[in-house]
């Protein structure tokens, strides 16, 4: 297995968070959650949750996407200029 450290090392912040936001933005629908959201980020910062059990909770949503590839593609081109420069 190979692993990169992508976030603040090759891109220029946390895609997580970017792509969070970026979803949030598209689709304001997804803000009915805003409490589980809040919840989640709560047991998160009391050390409840882990940071992976965190993100798997936050983007509960991805499966409903069938074209979530088409998603992800939106993004990147958006936010392709916080990619850093080798």
């Known amino acids: ?3 990169y450290d992508f976030d603040k090392t090759i891109y220029d912040g946390d895609s997580s968070t970017d ?3 970026y979803m ?5 629908y997804l803000l009915i959650f805003t409490l589980w959201y809040l919840l989640v980020l709560a047991l998160y910062g009391m050390k409840i949750l ?3 059990r965190t993100k798997e909770c936050l983007f509960f949503f991805i499966p409903w996407y069938s074209n979530i590839d088409k998603i992800v593609d939106k993004f990147w081109a958006r936010n392709a200029n916080k990619i850093k420069d080798w």
């Open 1 to 3: 297995m190979v692993g």
């Open 19 to 21: 792509f969070f936001i």
């Open 24 to 28: 949030i933005l598209t689709r304001p």
């Open 50 to 52: 882990s940071k992976k």
